[in-house]
């Protein structure tokens, strides 16, 4: 991971065999990030995308390996109980264009991933809902 | 809808049961957004989408029910004739993770959402194109 | 193409018959912007993708053509040696609603088409990494 600040934007680089959530999270984690806004592009080879099953208040998750532009991320950057939390969604399109997507679980880099972090000035949370089954997002921090 | 506005960012958050159009344009309205970018994710139910046939001059819609997680949100707010217009396209996947998507006419949310609408100083109206048959950006308002 | 400025904010409504990255590039080299975040949606009769192979180094493009609902634009505007260099990953559905996407080569407006181009004061590069394949992000310029 490579990156540069401009003013409130982070510009950052992933490179082959980085992995989307864990390089962001130390990002977040490094530059004290508490609120952002987080879009992108890049390639992957494997990405594990999970689907929120309201029945049973689990993700189903499945794994995707090939070559892959990964079309859109778009999601962000918040704190629960303090610790960097990231909810980001992803698009991938296949070598013949057909596009899957879902909750990003990982995605890992085959060549290269251009992600923005706009950071936002304020801090918002997370907390368990017992009812939904997600950390929602909370505003009373 | 449960929101927070940190500059000129508000950051939402809809619960189980809403809808994004509606609850977007609720937003607009009361906080007197007349420009703004928009991005976001969720999880829905029920999924409205329209594909503008550009003969007919109208869009053919589709409904969806399923378990969705949306992909993305992406658009912006602007004003025609000063009420409020709301233009997203959405990406959502289902259970096996293959993403459909288009003109978003509507979008039930199954467990949340989060929705980052950024305000722009300015203001852009909307006129309709009879040549076209879309209610096209104006920027003479 | 019209657009007009709001602050660092280029509103671009693209018409029939243009193309995206033809037209985001004569933007940026008139209004000289160095750095941007895009997002953006639209209508399309014609996209042209790639998929990046890896092996090869190569990108795989196909071509479509039908009636799109351009339902994500995600990318960034940098500078490779001082040109304007775009880099745009496109989602877009068809009449029944199937995504499809990857790397934006290219794409005709059928209707009309709505980017944000958002400015950051800075400055990123490019540079072809014999490794990658890829005119990769460069930050020391």
């Known amino acids: 991971m490579e990156y540069r600040k401009f003013n409130d934007n982070y510009i950052i680089r992933l490179n082959k065999g980085e992995e989307v959530i864990s390089s962001l999270k130390e990002l977040c984690e490094k530059e004290d990030i508490k609120l952002a806004e987080i879009t992108g592009l890049g390639a992957s080879n494997l990405v594990e995308i999970g689907v929120f099953n ?26 629960k109980d303090g610790e960097v939390y990231l909810h980001i969604h992803i698009n991938f399109g296949d070598e013949d264009g057909n596009v899957k997507g879902g909750h990003l679980v990982q995605s890992k880099i085959s060549a290269t991933s251009e992600i923005i972090v706009r950071k936002i000035e304020g801090q918002v949370g997370r907390k368990l809902s017992s009812e939904i089954g997600l950390n929602l997002i909370q505003f009373s921090v």
């Not at 309201?54 to 778009?74: D, P, Q, R, W």
């Open 54 to 79: 309201i029945n049973t208040k689990e993700y189903n998750t499945k794994v995707f390996e090939g070559m892959f532009e990964i079309t859109s991320l778009v999601g962000n950057a918040t704190r």
